[in-house]
């Protein structure tokens, strides 16, 4: 099956991986280089200014119920097209907002028409290309994911730096839809399948009596994982910067992190491909879990770059995993729907973390009980996912879907 595959292959997981790193980077945890910048001129709360990002993924997860389904139907080019316009258009129409409900409604509709128009379109793309080595090739497009998430927030501090927020935030859009428009225009369905691949994949399929099981299970881990995981997505900028280190350090800081997390994400993805999804899942949270506290005994620059490197390796595995898994748990039929509803909760999951981070920090005056707040969240994360072991079988070669 393997040398069936067409080469083109490998266009797709290049474009989606710039993709997600352009689009995800900056709704995800873009947000994360304007919270101190937006407090000190606007004079917010952090909570407030938190909860910008809180409602773009809210819309983000909502939206991916929607447009999940609507990719599988229209196909992908136009669907992640529509997104990228909206998305960049967001964030011109972002620079003009002066109170802090436009910077909400702006950032609702650019998760639920934009980056939701993307995300899920975009990852089924990357697996449906693929006949044998999925876990790799999601691996290397969460990657791209990771580079933005790392870069994004360097970027948008340079950026403040120089334009102030309104500026960073119309330059953000404009870069957008000058990158992301002629990326979506390479995305093209994959070759159909012939009988005896189709007949392969099917004999793969996990028994459909646990799927429901599977699936509500994988909806609670990916929220409390996501919980964890955002806090420092979201706040590790903020608690540098309140150790009297500059912005930019700061963002060097996420930005090494995230550099480091391209490399886990490859490496988990390949982890997955020999030892299992779940195990592979397992091992990454674990990873994020035992070192995220550990973020609120740092003092110094030069060791938050070593910590971030090695906590940045691990937890890039987490959403690698928890994506391939749910590739190898649901069966093909359901393979797509799986993606939308679970992708949903993570969201809610970054969502709920970015914003705890901020009102936790406003309630105490400091980092302990939001950090602390997210080991809680990664370890009941532990909890759940270790049910799954008796769920459902895992296998090391992931099918795609069809």
Same mark, same amino acid.
């Given at each position: 099956?393997?040398?069936?595959?067409?080469?083109?292959?490998?266009?797709?997981?290049?474009?989606?991986?710039?993709?997600?790193?352009?689009?995800?980077?900056?709704?995800v945890n873009g947000m994360s280089a304007f919270i101190v910048p937006m407090q000190e001129q606007f004079g917010w709360p952090r909570g407030s200014i938190a909860f910008i990002n809180f409602c773009?993924?809210?819309?983000?997860?909502?939206?991916?119920?929607?447009?999940?389904?609507?990719?599988?139907?229209?196909?992908?080019?136009?669907?992640?097209?529509?997104?990228?316009?909206?998305?960049?258009?967001?964030?011109?129409?972002?620079?003009?907002?002066?109170?802090?409900?436009?910077?909400?409604?702006?950032?609702?509709?650019?998760?639920?028409?934009?980056?939701?128009?993307i995300f899920a379109p975009v990852i089924a793309a990357v697996g449906n290309w693929f006949v044998v080595g999925a876990g790799t090739a999601i691996g290397i497009a969460t990657a791209g994911q990771?580079?933005?998430?790392?870069?994004?927030?360097?970027?948008?501090?340079?950026?403040?730096?120089?334009?102030?927020?309104?500026?960073?935030?119309?330059?953000?859009?404009?870069?957008?839809?000058?990158?992301?428009?002629?990326?979506?225009?390479?995305?093209?369905?994959?070759?159909?399948?012939?009988?005896?691949?189709?007949?392969?994949?099917?004999?793969?399929?996990?028994?459909?009596?646990?799927?429901?099981?599977?699936?509500?299970?994988?909806?609670?881990?990916?929220?409390?994982?996501?919980?964890?995981?955002?806090?420092?997505?979201?706040?590790?900028?903020?608690?540098?910067?309140?150790?009297?280190?500059?912005?930019?350090?700061?963002?060097?800081?996420?930005?090494?992190?995230?550099?480091? +997390? %391209?490399? !886990?994400? *490859?490496?988990?993805?390949?982890?997955?491909?020999?030892? @299992?999804?779940?195990? /592979? $899942?397992?091992? #990454?949270?674990?990873?994020?879990?035992?070192?995220?506290?550990?973020?609120?005994?740092?003092?110094?620059?030069?060791?938050?770059?070593?910590?971030?490197?090695?906590?940045?390796?691990?937890?890039?595995?987490?959403?690698?995993?928890?994506?391939?898994?749910?590739?190898?748990?649901?069966?093909?039929?359901?393979?797509?729907?799986?993606?939308?509803?679970?992708?949903?909760?993570?969201?809610?999951?970054? +969502? %709920?973390? !970015?914003? *705890?981070?901020?009102?936790?920090?406003?309630?105490?005056? @400091?980092?302990?009980? /939001? $950090?602390?707040? #997210?080991?809680?969240?990664?370890?009941?994360?532990?909890?759940?996912?270790?049910?799954?072991?008796?769920?459902?079988?895992?296998?090391?070669?992931?099918?795609?879907?069809?």
């Amino acid at each position: 099956m393997a040398e069936k595959q067409t080469s083109y292959r490998w266009v797709i997981v290049c474009a989606c991986a710039f993709i997600l790193a352009i689009a995800m980077g900056s709704i995800v945890n873009g947000m994360s280089a304007f919270i101190v910048p937006m407090q000190e001129q606007f004079g917010w709360p952090r909570g407030s200014i938190a909860f910008i990002n809180f409602c773009g993924i809210l819309g983000l997860a909502l939206g991916g119920l929607i447009f999940g389904r609507l990719a599988d139907r229209r196909g992908t080019r136009p669907v992640v097209l529509f997104g990228a316009v909206v998305l960049g258009s967001c964030y011109v129409l972002a620079s003009f907002a002066t109170v802090l409900w436009h910077y909400y409604v702006v950032f609702f509709i650019a998760g639920f028409f934009g980056a939701a128009a993307i995300f899920a379109p975009v990852i089924a793309a990357v697996g449906n290309w693929f006949v044998v080595g999925a876990g790799t090739a999601i691996g290397i497009a969460t990657a791209g994911q990771a580079l933005g998430q790392g870069a994004v927030p360097f970027i948008s501090s340079l950026l403040i730096e120089r334009f102030d927020a309104s500026g960073a935030f119309a330059t953000t859009g404009i870069f957008m839809l000058l990158t992301l428009v002629p990326l979506a225009l390479l995305l093209r369905p994959p070759p159909t399948l012939d009988n005896t691949t189709q007949a392969a994949t099917a004999a793969d399929e996990p028994a459909s009596k646990s799927v429901n099981t599977v699936i509500a299970t994988l909806c609670v881990a990916i929220t409390l994982c996501c919980t964890c995981m955002s806090v420092p997505l979201m706040h590790l900028m903020p608690l540098i910067q309140d150790r009297g280190i500059a912005a930019t350090d700061a963002g060097k800081v996420m930005l090494v992190m995230l550099l480091v +997390a %391209i490399l !886990g994400r *490859l490496a988990f993805g390949i982890l997955a491909d020999k030892i @299992g999804a779940l195990s /592979a $899942y397992m091992t #990454a949270t674990a990873w994020m879990t035992v070192m995220v506290f550990g973020f609120t005994y740092i003092e110094s620059l030069n060791t938050f770059y070593l910590y971030a490197v090695v906590y940045g390796f691990g937890y890039a595995g987490v959403m690698t995993g928890v994506l391939i898994t749910i590739r190898v748990l649901v069966p093909i039929s359901r393979r797509a729907a799986a993606f939308g509803l679970i992708s949903m909760f993570g969201w809610f999951g970054h +969502a %709920i973390g !970015g914003y *705890l981070g901020g009102a936790l920090f406003d309630y105490s005056g @400091g980092h302990t009980m /939001a $950090y602390g707040a #997210a080991a809680a969240a990664g370890v009941l994360n532990l909890l759940v996912v270790s049910t799954l072991f008796k769920k459902g079988p895992q296998t090391s070669t992931l099918i795609p879907a069809t």
